[in-house]
């Protein structure tokens, strides 16, 4: 085999120049680009895959990339009063709660409260009227059960009476007696006295009172036959 002119006997053949691959149509400004391992050589300057002044996480400390001028107190706490409300009804004290815990200044927040009460975003008197009614009407709460979930909400003691007397008490009657006659059966075989305690235990955490409560469940057993004779009266 014969060597290539000038290469010494013995000696391989010069492999072939690698040419670098370029890109198949001009970057920015018509310069051509050239990929070389991870980055990109453009007019002679490697840029890697982040931004100058940016970290892996973020804009790297003291870049000044992301920063801007500091919120308003006041368009922060109407933000967090209707992100709020969007979800579900809330009472003021509700809301007053929330921007505590957000450190908003409390005028600041005394003044978007009041708004939100003039335009009609916050009234605590149709809250308390529409919890009193879905809440008898959903889980049979007596009107005792109300005004303490009403009052843990924040609502004042006027706005709560309201509410709950808007309760027909006969309605709260024939409540506590749909009550007692879907959890009857279940009882069924067991002493009267038995039956009497849990079914007059379930209306009491509904916030019956102890008289309603067992007059209701000793009317439901004397219908069904049982001997309540030995019972005690509540009345």
């Not at 290469?7 to 690698?18: E, H, I």
């Not at 107190?73 to 109407?78: I, L, S």
């Not at 506590?176 to 067991?190: I, K, N, S």
């Amino acid at each position: 085999m014969t060597n290539p002119a000038g290469s010494a006997p013995g000696a391989l053949p010069p492999l072939p120049a690698r040419r670098p691959r370029v890109a198949s149509r001009p970057g920015a400004g018509g310069a051509w680009s050239v990929r070389r391992g991870s980055g990109t050589v453009k007019g002679g300057e490697m840029r890697q895959g982040r931004r100058r002044g940016r970290g892996p996480d973020g804009p790297a400390p003291g870049s000044g990339a992301d920063e801007g001028p500091p919120a308003n107190p006041e368009a922060v706490a109407r933000a967090i009063c209707l992100r709020l409300l969007t979800g579900a009804p809330r009472t003021r004290a509700q809301l007053a709660e929330a921007l505590r815990r957000r450190d908003v200044p409390d005028d600041v927040a005394e003044a978007v409260l009041s708004r939100f009460s003039e335009v009609g975003l916050i009234d605590d008197q149709a809250f308390s009227a529409a919890w009193v009614s879905s809440r008898h009407a959903g889980r049979g709460l007596a009107r005792r059960a109300l005004a303490a979930e009403l009052r843990q909400r924040g609502v004042d003691e006027d706005t709560v009476r309201d509410a709950v007397d808007r309760l027909d008490p006969d309605q709260e009657l024939q409540t506590a007696r749909d009550l007692v006659a879907r959890r009857l059966p279940a009882t069924r075989g067991l002493d009267p006295a038995v039956r009497m305690r849990r079914l007059g235990g379930m209306l009491a955490r509904k916030g019956y009172p102890a008289g309603v409560a067992f007059r209701v469940v000793r009317e439901a057993l004397e219908a069904e036959g049982a001997d309540t004779e030995s019972l005690p009266d509540f009345e």
